[in-house]
């Protein structure tokens, strides 16, 4: 179709007017699928008038690309909107395979098109549509859908046609590229604060929540913590297995909440673990009668696949401001009442909070533990997790674990001493332990002809966050001469909940030293999505409760991929943790996770069987791991 001078000048004056508008949409912070709708309609009018057709719609893949579902039209009089939204690649393959492949697909006959051929048959049956001139729409992720546009009379559509719905949809890719990334950094905040199992609020949510009701109301607030625990859960849980369990978890919850006053805060926060916060007028005998009538009404029977179970409810309780002054102390303090009472022999507790409690507890912990002693027999030994390239597995590093050899307990896992530590301050001493000997196996590996290899040290906000931590860094690089760019520091995201600017300035030092800074357990924390904003980091571990789930729970893919994409266009190095199957592995590799750790590849070993793998490589000193024998 030929076009004259004029018309080309105005034409192009119109798409740069349109630009602008989406520009001026596109870069909005409060962005939303429908607050541009009304311009990406009005683009699409302005599309059918450049580009004379008579329909133009816009159609977007979903995150598979297995379907194709249209998401707005504009349609001349003489057209109807199409008559189906939606498209399946299962039944129109050819289509799918043709749009895949071509930047442009130029159809002057739809009839005679093969690949159109495969559409279902009534797609054009409502309207008289013989031409069409479609475009992809090239997203950071991939192509992410199609700008059409379809015109009644037969077209032998130009080159400059095709020009000009290319730099459409470009324009689109633009629009849509950014409503993604809002919409992934809403998904990882909506993560870090909302309890993936029931829907309700995590810690980190009810943390915030109280303190900021603390920091608002201060002196005028009176209220309990309350840290309930469901005395039958082992009962539960060998009764209704774990699909029953979950449900049974989802309605315990809403059956709890519904309970408490509308301006209580509530949170699950381990597994069959709840805490509520609740104020009170300061009368505790009223408060008190509250709590049983609560609690009353808990133990009415709850139906779950026609089991009915009755349940009943332990709990502990500490009071603001009386016990405690914000809300961290509030749990701890709740979970103590209960656990010393309980330790007492009750089983069915109700526990208000003393503060001898905490004395004893902390004593208890301490002397049953004696972590200092296992520091000086020389108790500690670091296990060691391969850390596997993405296609190729190659190992390119390993995670650095601690265990413990007591001598009366036997092997033990970090969960059993890591808090005390922390809790003691011993996790200091632990954590220099730590890092001296990675430091050391750096060099024997050198030695070996394994210089490329890194390894990842856990470290905990506490020691993070000391002031000896920087000097200590620097003493180990001294002592043991060991390139800082082999050694990545983990630390969690809770570190965040710590002053920011201090852990901002911390990891900058870090870094400036040499080291690299990795962020354990991504997306289950207080603010990965703080972290990812403010900081730079280095890399990120996706946290193995989205790896599970990736193959059969959407959400949790949806959310792998949310992590992914923000770490690649922060430049951020990817691993993900926990990886069992090789259905696991596959996805994280189509969705571009660039490492993966996993006991599909190795549980954490000792460094005796870790060499004897790494020396065993067929294609050594390049390091490929064999699967670990099931
Ligand atoms: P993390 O840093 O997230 O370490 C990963 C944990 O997941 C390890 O547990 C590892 O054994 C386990 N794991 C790895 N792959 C798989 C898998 O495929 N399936 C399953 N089910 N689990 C897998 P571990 O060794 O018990 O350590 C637990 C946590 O203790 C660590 O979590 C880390 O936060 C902490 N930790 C370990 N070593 C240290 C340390 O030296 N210092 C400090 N402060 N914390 C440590
Ligand atoms: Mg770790
Ligand atoms: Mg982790």
Known sequence: MERSKEELTEFISRMQE?????????????LTPESVRDVLYELCENIALIMKADRVSIWLFNDDQTTLTEHLTYAADSVAIPSIQQLDATHALPYFEAIGNNRVNSVENIATNKALQSL??????????????????????????LLCCETVTTRNWSKLDEVFIASFADMLSFV?????????????????????????????AFVE?????????????YGAFLYMKIDQFTSIQSVLGPEGTKSSLKVIANRIRSLFPDNSIFARIAFDHFVIFTEHDNDHEKSKRAMEHILSELRK??????????LTFSYGVSLYPEHVKDSYEGIHAAKI????????GNRKTRAVYEPLMFEQWEEEMHSEMNLGKGLDMNEFRLYYQPQVESLSHKVTGVEALIRWQHPDKGLLLPAAFISIAETTGLIIQIGEWVVSEACQQLNRWEQMGLGALTISVNISPRHFLHNSFLQFLNDCI????????????????????EDSNLVELQISKVQEMGFSISIDDFGTGYSAFIYLKRFSIQEVKIDRQFVTQIETDSKSRAIVRAILTLAKSLHMHTVAEGVETEGQLKRLEELGCFEIQGYYFSKPVPIEELNRWLLASPRFPFLYLPRLPA
């Open 301 to 310: 029977p709850i139906l779950i696949k026609s089991h009915e179970l009755f």
């Open 478 to 497: 001294h002592n043991y001469g060991i390139n800082p760019g082999k050694l990545i520091i983990e630390i969690t995201e809770n570190v965040a909940i």
């Open 209 to 221: 929540k109280v303190n900021d009701k603390i920091h608002k109301m201060e002196h005028e607030l």
């Open 176 to 204: 849509f590229d950014r409503l993604n990334r809002l919409e992934m950094e809403n998904r990882v905040h909506e993560l870090a604060y909302t309890d993936l199992l029931t829907g309700i609020d995590n810690e980190n």
């Open 18 to 30: 349109q630009q602008q508008k989406l520009f001026k949409q596109a870069k909005q912070l409060e």
């Open 337 to 344: 009442a209960l656990d010393s009472s309980r330790r007492m």
């Open 120 to 145: 279902p048959t009534n797609y054009f049956s409502n309207s008289p549509i013989t031409s069409l001139l479609e475009a992809s729409i090239i997203m950071s992720r991939g192509i992410g859908g």
